[in-house]
């Protein structure tokens, strides 16, 4: 069974770019969650779709971050316009059931992003 | 404010004896704590968990240890094995917070010294 995969593993762009994040989870998972680890901090909560639904976004730093996820499979997450203090390892997750709490979320590599 | 703290940021331990890593949480909401370990370039990876419901769970080498009272839970590796060395995050999650998110320590740094 594949795991979480994430695109691309690097991207270093320039302070007011755009870059958008991919995320495939593990097939038949409806949960998806991203998030993000700063400068060797904790590793932070951004999102959480339901299959196609936000069910979270209480994490998302602000309005420049825009996460999709369309027909419920993989996601998106995009930053637009990106600042220096957007850099970091942004990490995807992904857990089978629906309801539940305890569920065992699994990450991809991640992907690391840069502001130049 | 940190929910969830590992106090420790390194840890060395001999190849063959115990790792003890320590995480404390402030949150009484949380009742599922998870253990990831995580390599250089490399997403983090599940190694095991436990409900509050229970005060210890067993799997093969790693025992993690709940303390409710003291808001408290350990991971025990024994016997600890150089392979072992990789940065390893506590994480807390619960129903009762109206989602499924995970809260993560800081991170501990093993090194297991051959």
């Known amino acids: 069974e594949a795991g979480v995969t994430q695109f691309p593993s690097h991207s270093v762009i320039e302070k007011g770019q755009t870059v958008t994040l991919r995320c495939d989870p593990i097939?038949?998972?409806?949960?998806l969650y991203w998030y993000r680890r700063v400068m060797g901090k904790e590793i932070k909560f951004l999102l959480h779709?339901?299959?196609?639904?936000?069910?979270?976004e209480s994490g998302m730093p602000n309005n420049r971050f825009l996460a999709e996820r369309t027909g419920g499979t993989y996601s998106t997450l995009k930053v637009q316009p990106a600042e220096l203090e957007d850099s970091g390892v942004y990490f995807c997750?992904?857990?089978?059931?629906?309801?539940?709490?305890?569920?065992?979320?699994?990450f991809g590599p991640g992907t690391r992003l840069t502001v130049l | 404010d940190q929910q969830v703290k590992q106090n420790s940021p390194s840890l060395s331990v001999q190849e063959g004896r115990i790792s003890i890593l320590n995480c404390d949480y402030t949150?009484?909401?949380?009742?599922?704590f998870l253990w990831y370990k995580k390599y250089p370039a490399e997403g983090p990876t599940f190694l095991i968990s436990?409900?509050?419901?229970?005060d210890k769970n067993e799997d093969g080498r790693f025992t993690v240890f709940l303390n409710k009272s003291a808001k408290h839970l350990s991971l025990h590796i024994v016997p600890s094995q150089p392979g072992d060395s990789a940065v390893y995050f506590c994480?807390?999650?619960?129903?009762?917070?109206?989602?499924?998110?995970?809260?993560f320590g800081t991170g501990t740094r093993l090194k297991v010294l051959a």
């Open positions: 997750a992904s857990s089978q059931l629906a309801t539940g709490y305890t569920d065992t979320q699994y």
């Open positions: 097939s038949g998972h409806d949960n």
């Open positions: 779709f339901v299959k196609e639904s936000k069910q979270d």
């Open positions: 949150n009484s909401m949380f009742d599922y």
């Open positions: 436990i409900s509050s419901i229970k």
């Open positions: 994480a807390a999650s619960g129903q009762s917070s109206g989602t499924y998110k995970y809260i």
